[in-house]
């Protein structure tokens, strides 16, 4: 049973510290997506990736976040500095290829940021 | 862009009842629709989908709903739910080709709690 794995599960970390999430996605899926699930914002878009190229991440605060995909079974999704306001969950998702319509999503890291 | 509303934030339901969840999207263009749910700390997972075809989509856990163009409307329904039923559930659309390089962005609702009671 394939699925998009995430590390850590739970993070609780202090304001200005550097925070590394990271995403297995499904073998042989070449589309990965990150995404932040707030009360407030709901779930929005950060930004997603093809063939481990970055096609969209104009959802991301561009001056503390940064993603990449070191490799094909790897995305990292950075904050540094951290902020109380980036407390969420993060998750990742994948899916075959871009045109494909279904999204895997993986359980996710609650980041926590006193 | 695309826009999806989901019409009530929480739905209470005794268990073996009939429950609707309702969704409605705004779109210019033709979409796909779904519906995710998700249990307490856990992801989303994928319950149905309607990319073209048969307006009634059938999912996982003996749950339908049905595509209404004329209303855009994609409400989800069960004819029965269990106590182990009791999840958020999402209604998303996404547009062919919305993202740059040609990708499927999903919009998601802001969510429906259902909780199922005894």
């Excluded at chain 2, 998303?92 to 429906?112: C, I, P, Q, R, Y």
Aim: aromatic share 10%; glycine share 6%.
């Amino acid at each position: 049973d394939a699925r998009v794995t995430q590390t850590p599960r739970h993070k609780v970390t202090e304001m200005g510290q550097e925070v590394t999430m990271r995403c297995q996605p499904i073998l042989g899926h070449n589309t990965v997506f990150w995404y932040r699930q707030t009360m407030m914002q709901g779930l929005e878009l950060l930004a997603y990736f093809r063939n481990r190229a970055p096609l969209d991440d104009s959802g991301m605060p561009k001056d503390r976040f940064s993603a990449e995909m070191p490799d094909a079974t790897l995305a990292t999704l950075k904050i540094q500095p951290s902020e109380p306001r980036d407390s969420a969950v993060y998750f990742c998702a994948s899916a075959v290829d871009m045109s494909q319509e279904t999204q895997y999503f993986g359980p996710g890291t609650r980041l926590l940021v006193l | 862009a695309q826009s999806v509303t989901q019409l009530d934030s929480q739905v209470p339901v005794f268990e073996e009842a009939p429950v609707e969840l309702r969704c409605n999207y705004s779109s210019s263009v033709s979409v796909y629709l779904f519906w995710y749910v998700q249990y307490p700390n856990q992801g989303l997972q994928l319950l149905l989908k309607y990319l073209s075809g048969s307006t009634l989509v059938k999912g996982i856990n003996g749950f339908e709903a049905e595509f209404n163009k004329s209303q855009t409307s994609f409400h989800l329904r069960k004819p029965s739910v269990h106590i182990s039923d009791t999840a958020e559930y999402f209604c998303a659309v996404s547009v062919e080709g919305e993202l740059t390089g040609g990708g499927n962005k999903l919009t998601f609702g802001t969510g429906t709690q259902l909780k199922v009671e005894l």
